[in-house]
């Protein structure tokens, strides 16, 4: 299942091919979290925020972060250095390195996929990314119905296998065409369903803290 997941995403990419997942020309990466590790592709056809990952995680920019916000059904967000010994109840999200990302919109949000939190539209039209705040998608799995009101209120068409995808492992499609994914979980899939699960104050901090690690690897 693992092999074939990973075979979808590199051909289903809103039309683009993801540079060869058969050779050892992506990158990746490893968050290590107390509920399991995620090893995670960064993508090729998202090179500013493939760049600016790696550059942060060589200079352990996301050393004992947390995951400070999980939404069950929805996703799991971390990357806010101020989370880094925030007080119990502390409200974040709102840090960040001192830059953002120019926007490289483009791929959909498959359950496992790597997207970039980001500022609304108002104060950013252009939806440039947070230069270190993401997600991770949990979704659920979505209708032919849903999928087509995704369509007509956006204005893009999913091709039959990207619907069969978000009817098979699911997503959360009414983010498409609007964040940034670049990369997909490829071993660790459990483990966004663990970290979705937890507990959460009202502002959907976990109760507990859920610190990470991420580091490169081969």
Do not use: W
Request: hydrophobic share 35%.
């Amino acid at each position: 299942m693992k092999k074939q997941l990973k075979y979808f995403f590199c051909v289903l990419i809103m039309g683009m091919m993801i540079s060869s997942c058969a050779d050892d020309g992506n990158k990746y990466i490893l968050i290590e979290t107390e509920f399991g590790d995620m090893k995670v592709m960064l993508y090729n056809s998202t090179p500013g925020h493939r760049d600016n990952m790696i550059k942060l995680v060589e200079e352990d920019f996301y050393k004992d972060l947390l995951f400070h916000r999980v939404m069950g059904n929805f996703m799991i967000q971390g990357g806010d250095p101020n989370s880094r010994g925030a007080a119990p109840g502390a409200r974040l999200g709102s840090g960040g390195p001192g830059y953002t990302i120019p926007a490289e919109i483009g791929a959909p949000h498959f359950k496992g996929t790597l997207s970039a939190a980001r500022t609304p539209d108002a104060a950013n039209p252009q939806k440039a990314s947070s230069g270190s705040q993401f997600f991770i998608v949990q979704g659920t799995p979505q209708s032919d119905a849903l999928l087509d009101r995704m369509e007509q209120s956006k204005g893009f068409k999913y091709n039959q296998d990207q619907r069969n995808l978000y009817k098979e492992i699911g997503g959360y499609p009414s983010l498409d065409n609007d964040y940034t994914v670049f990369g997909e979980v490829v071993e660790g899939m459990e483990v966004i369903d663990k970290i979705a699960a937890v507990q959460t104050d009202p502002a959907n901090r976990p109760l507990e803290d859920i610190k990470m690690q991420i580091k490169l690897i081969k």
